[in-house]
T-cell receptor, first 111, second 113 residues
């Protein structure tokens, strides 16, 4: 079946460090892929998405590329800020309204 | 602006009491979802609905009930049969297409008195 496997946290980085959060998926066919961010006490916000192989989603300095050959959608940011501290979720969408979330990765950025 | 409104933000339940969480969307989305999130945990699907007057159980439906009488509204009732209801509840909606994301409300935090 379809599933998403996400890098376990928590992740702690210093400000301006490079961020990578790994996400791999299992799916038949060509799903759409998403990254969400959740700040404490809030709902999930869509960060970026990619709907076909080799698409790159980007937003607020974050990027992720849909890699079909490695079934991956890793989230990256070149220089993190304290305000990026949050929980990040990778997600997959498939036909029949199937939607799968990873377990979330907590990121803390220290000044 | 279009969006999803959940209310109340905080809710307290007494033993043996049913409580209802509200979720309203003005995005004209067909599909709506309810998730439960426990501290430090991911999302678990409670119920979802793809169309008015129809809904399906998710992974943890026991002790919960829903209705979908209007496209805009998808209330969740936490019944007294749910013995551990303390959690953060999230409602989402989505246009029924593979390339479309789910949109989330701000959540309701339910606690036991």
């Amino acid at each position: 079946g379809n599933s998403v496997t996400q890098m376990e946290g928590p992740v702690t980085l210093s400000e301006e460090a490079f961020l990578t959060i790994n996400c791999t998926y299992t799916a038949t066919g060509y799903p759409s892929l998403f990254w969400y961010v959740q700040y404490p006490g809030e709902g999930l916000q869509l960060l970026l998405k990619a709907t076909k192989a080799d698409d790159k989603g980007s937003n607020k300095g974050f990027e992720a590329t849909y890699r079909k050959e490695t079934t991956s959608f890793h989230l990256e940011k070149g220089s993190v800020q304290v305000s990026d501290s949050a929980v990040y979720f990778c997600a997959l969408s498939w036909i029949g309204n199937q939607f799968y979330f990873g377990t979330g990765t907590s990121l803390t950025v220290i000044p | 602006d279009g969006g999803i409104t959940q209310s109340p933000k905080y809710l307290f339940r007494k033993e043996g009491q049913n409580v209802t969480l509200s979720c309203e969307q003005n995005l004209n989305h067909d599909a709506m979802y309810w998730y439960r999130q426990d501290p430090g945990q991911g999302l678990r699907l409670i119920y979802y609905s793809q169309i008015v007057n129809d809904f399906q159980k998710g992974d943890i439906a026991e002790g919960y009930s829903v209705s979908r009488e209007k496209k805009e509204s998808f209330p969740l009732t936490v019944t007294s049969a749910q013995k551990n209801p303390t959690a953060f509840y999230l409602c989402a909606s989505r246009q029924d297409r593979v390339d479309q994301p789910q949109h989330f409300g701000d959540g309701t935090r339910l606690s036991i008195l």
